[in-house]
Each structure stands twice: as structure tokens, then as C-alpha cells.
């Protein structure tokens, strides 16, 4: 089992602004939203106006919504499906096409994903309120609740602070799922990370920080509420449906070893067992956490399904038969939430997230995020076969991207995770020594670090000649050594397909994904 591969998830490198806090450089918060054309809207479901209505960020995105309405009069949707790579450049996405047509033995260039087959699609701007290069909190909460705010923060407006509890009171937001369980949908979230991670939180939390995933990372008692309480107590609309990842360990107290693995224990410190407390809502809440309980679950009934299948994250799909009671893969996943939201005739909200390839990037690891990405492609082409484009908008994108590169002058169909080459030889650099196609920026893999290099200083690149490339475990070179590889910050593809679609076209910002579902569901106003 591949339990010693450890990642560690880099926080964004916000950037600190003074004591005055970040000044709201972008817009003048007083410009009126634009008057929108409404398009019809099911039965049962009335256009709200957000507690974060009059907030810049929402003013301009809604204008720029209220725009593309205006000229195309999208229809509307009865459902939205969210797919989020995290980390999913689009590097990430070509080298992911080739090297899933490869594995099928086909010319990997020329391979059609399912993603590619949606529509319309834009390029989306990552960065946050205060960072040029975001992190997941907050590129998350900028598509769930349609604001750009402060890095590592969840669900909270940019008059909250990084860290500060007091300062969530009344700097709250509301999230396109808690707009949709007040309007009678069902909701949803899938991941392969823990659902208390940046992405899936935020359909849920406000918290001044993203770490707060328990209450033991909490210092001090300031009675913030950690993110898997949040999760627990939630009580828009009737809750949640189905929500299944990972994280059992933030759910269970540190006295109480784990299901799967007694060796483990929980994180919790207010001896407060959350899963039970799950259980105890109705006989309807189930709690499932192996493939087993899985398989046999059945997803058409009405009950209401938590499942946690790893103390922490998911395993790498790459690693998913080395786990111990073993797991369900994404789109089987993606496939039970569909089966159990489509039950509601007024509509349903899913957030499906490939979250483990941002994971495997931050190794400097190309193998486990290509396969990670593959993975979270099945799912999409498992809601395209099972949804309407008539009835259900389909989104994909990024919550930002990472630092791989595709370079060198390989031959067609070359392996993507191989040596860059043109015939039987192995192209090679200035230093006459062979290199991967697939390199990272920066990160673990990096040539030589600090001090290190030849009599003159020079760094001595090493020599790939005979390391196997195509392991999983092979780590691709970078040019800055780094404990952990980066974000980067050049925008991501945002592809789209379904009624409001249309909607999605030419440069966009992060935060507008928010009012596409929002106004293609009649959420919004």
C-alpha cells in the first residue's frame, strides 16, 4: 500500500497589504447590477438576491451575465452538475488527452476526452482578492458563491480575515447550494479528497480559515465552529442528500480508533463523533464506508448517504487496490449521487471533484495527476450519458492551474510520460543528457538544490538514461527546488455543455461561474 507518499498541500502565498487591510482596488462598490431578462424558470423556485449581492465582485460578474442573457437567452436548467479538477491546467488536460489515448493503444494526440466534447467553453481567471496565484479556498468560493475574497478563506467576504474568527460575524455568504436546498433541490457533493477540504467546504463553510478542518486545529477558544461541524450542522433546506470522499478522521474522536484502520485514530478533541451524529437525524441517514457498503447501498431509495471511504484523503487512483476495504472509483460515485439526487422532480445541484490532482502535481508527480484526471474524465462521461443536455447544464473546469509543461520536439504518439524523443534516440539538452517531455517549474524534482553542483557551482542536471520514467513513482525534473510544487497562475479552460451553456464564452472571471449556474437555475436575481 502507498501510504508513504505524502503530500503536502501548499497554502496559497497570499500577499499582505498592511495594517489597513486589502484595499478594494477593483470596483466602486455603489454600480447597480444591471436589469436582466430572466429566462423561465421551474416550478417552485424564486430568484433571491444573495446577503453578498451588493459586494464589486458580485456587482460586475452578474453585469457580465446579465450581458450574454440579454443577447442569447439561454434556456433554463433543472440541473447543474460542477465538475472541478483541481489543478487542472490545461497542460494538464493535453497531457491527460494523449496519455489516455495511449493507454488504449490509439494515436494520443488525435484521442477525443469526454470533457471535449462540451460545446462552449472560455477561459476562466484564477486569481483571488489578494493573491495573484490563488489557492483552492478561495477560487472555490469564488465559483460557489460568485465573490472573489481573501486567500484560505471559505465562504466569507474580503471584510473577514485570514485566520481571525471574530471576524466571520455578519461577512458571510451564500452558496448556490444553500440557495438551492432553500428553493426545494436536492444537492450533492463527490471528491477524492476529504469533503472537509478547500473545494467541496465550500458549498457549505465560513471559515477564516481552511485549515479549521477540525476542531483541533483550532487554537484557542474563540467559538468558531471547525469545518466538519459545520458540515454536520447544515441546515438549509432539508440538507444534503449524498455527500461522498474522504475524511473520516475529522468526523471521530481522538479516544475511538478507525473503521478500516484500527491503528489510525480520529482528530477530534470535543469527543463529539459526527458520523454518528449523521446516523441520528432520521432512519433515512446512512453512512457507508467501503466499496462493500457501497455496492450495496441502494442510491435509488430516498435515503440520505454520507460516504467516508479514507481516514483522509481518497487513495491515488493509481493506489486504489492497495487500500484497505477498498474504495469506489469517481464516476461510480458520480454515477450513485445522479442516481439518488434525479429523484427530485424540482431539480438537483452536484459538485463532482477531481481533487487528488492537484495532490499529485504538488509531488512533482505527472504519473498519479495524469491518472487522477482520467479518472475524474470518466465521471464526466458517466453524467453525459446519464443526463439530458435539454434539462442538465454541465460545467468543467479548474479551480486553478499548476506549473507543468509540455516541451521538446517529441515524435507523434510518443509516450507522454516518457523521454522526449524523435525516432530511436532520445532528444537531448545543451548538457547532452535526455529529458522528459513533462517538466514542472518548480517543485521536489527540481535538478540539484541549494549548494549543490560541480567545482564551478554549476548545477549537474541528472542523467535520465536509464530511469524508468513511466513508474508511477517517478518524480518529472523542475528548474527551482521546492519541498512542494506550486500553483500557478495563468487562467484555466472552463468547458460547458446543457442549458445556460451558452452563457460560457471568451475570457471570464473565476467568480461568474457562480451567477451561470445561479441564473440558469432562476436561483438569482
Known amino acids: 500500500m502507498f501510504k508513504s507518499f505524502r503530500l503536502t498541500a501548499l497554502a496559497s502565498a497570499a500577499v499582505l497589504l498592511g495594517a489597513s487591510g486589502c484595499a478594494h482596488i477593483v470596483n466602486d462598490q455603489d454600480v447597480e447590477v444591471a436589469s436582466v431578462v430572466a429566462p423561465p424558470t421551474y416550478a417552485a423556485r424564486e430568484a433571491v438576491e444573495p446577503v453578498q449581492a451588493k459586494d464589486s465582485y458580485y ?3 452578474a453585469n457580465a451575465i446579465a450581458t450574454k442573457i440579454e443577447k442569447r437567452d439561454p434556456k433554463p436548467a433543472k440541473n447543474v452538475i460542477l465538475f472541478v479538477g483541481d489543478g487542472m491546467s490545461v497542460s494538464t488536460i493535453t497531457a491527460a488527452r ?89 444537492t450533492g457533493v463527490v471528491t477524492t479528497t476529504s469533503i472537509t477540504h ?21 487554537e484557542g477558544d474563540e467559538g468558531c465552529a471547525d469545518i466538519a461541524r459545520q458540515f454536520i450542522e447544515w441546515d438549509h433546506g432539508d440538507g444534503f442528500e449524498v455527500v461522498m470522499g474522504g475524511g473520516r478522521r475529522r468526523m471521530t474522536p481522538v479516544t475511538e480508533a478507525d473503521l478500516e484502520y484500527p491503528d489510525q485514530q480520529g482528530r477530534r478533541t470535543d469527543g463529539r463523533n459526527l458520523i454518528n451524529e449523521w446516523t441520528a437525524k432520521s432512519d433515512q441517514h446512512v453512512f457507508i464506508y467501503d466499496q462493500a457498503g457501497f455496492d450495496a447501498q441502494d442510491f435509488s431509495s430516498s435515503q440520505r448517504v454520507l460516504g467516508l471511504f479514507e481516514p483522509s484523503h481518497m487513495q491515488f487512483e493509481l493506489d486504489r487496490s492497495e487500500g484497505g476495504a477498498g474504495e469506489p472509483h469517481l464516476a461510480q460515485m458520480t454515477e450513485a449521487a445522479i442516481t439518488r439526487l ?23 508527480n505527472a504519473a498519479r495527476a495524469l491518472a487522477e484526471a ?21 460545467l468543467v473546469t479548474a479551480d486553478h492551474a499548476h506549473t507543468l509543461t509540455i516541451s521538446g520536439y517529441s515524435q507523434r504518439n510518443n509516450p507522454i510520460l516518457g523521454l522526449s524523443s524523435y ?10 543528457k535526455p529529458y522528459t517531455t513533462l517538466s514542472y517549474a518548480n517543485g521536489p524534482g527540481a535538478m540539484c538544490g541549494e549548494g549543490e553542483g560541480d567545482a564551478d557551482g554549476l548545477c549537474q542536471r541528472g542523467d535520465l538514461t536509464n530511469r524508468d520514467t513511466l513508474d508511477k513513482d517517478f518524480l518529472q525534473q523542475s528548474a527551482i527546488p521546492m519541498s512542494s510544487e506550486t500553483h500557478a497562475g495563468e487562467d484555466v479552460a472552463l468547458l460547458a455543455s446543457g442549458p445556460g451553456a451558452n452563457l460560457v464564452s471568451g475570457v471570464m472571471e473565476e467568480n461568474e461561474i457562480f451567477h451561470v449556474i445561479g441564473q440558469s437555475l432562476g436561483l438569482i436575481k
Not at 130 to 157: E, F, N, W, Y
Not at 352 to 358: K, L, Q, T
Not at 374 to 394: N, Y
Open 59 to 61: 456587482v460586475n460578474a
Open 98 to 186: 494523449i496519455h489516455a489515448g495511449q493507454l488504449k493503444g490509439l494515436d494520443g494526440e488525435s484521442y477525443h476526452l469526454a470533457m471535449d466534447s462540451l460545446p462552449w467553453s472560455a477561459l476562466s481567471k484564477t486569481y483571488s482578492h489578494d493573491s495573484q496565484i490563488a489557492d483552492s479556498a478561495a477560487t472555490a468560493t469564488a465559483m460557489t458563491t460568485g465573490i472573489k475574497v481573501p486567500g484560505r478563506t471559505l465562504g466569507i467576504t474580503q471584510d473577514a480575515k485570514y485566520g481571525n474568527c471574530a471576524s466571520v460575524e455578519g461577512n458571510t455568504t451564500d452558496s448556490i447550494w444553500e440557495l438551492a436546498e432553500e428553493q426545494g433541490l436536492s
Open 198 to 218: 478547500a473545494t467541496p467546504a465550500s458549498t457549505y463553510a465560513k471559515s477564516a480559515s481552511r485549515n479549521w478542518e477540525d476542531d483541533s486545529e483550532i
Open 342 to 364: 434525479s429523484q427530485n422532480e424540482d431539480g438537483f445541484v452536484l459538485m463532482v471533484e477531481g481533487g487528488r490532482i492537484d495532490h499529485a502535481h504538488h509531488a512533482g
Open 374 to 394: 482520467v479518472a475524474l474524465d470518466e465521471a464526466i462521461a458517466k453524467a453525459l450519458e446519464m443526463t439530458s443536455d435539454e434539462e442538465t447544464l454541465i
Open 423 to 432: 525516432g530511436f534516440t532520445p532528444n537531448k539538452a545543451a548538457d547532452g
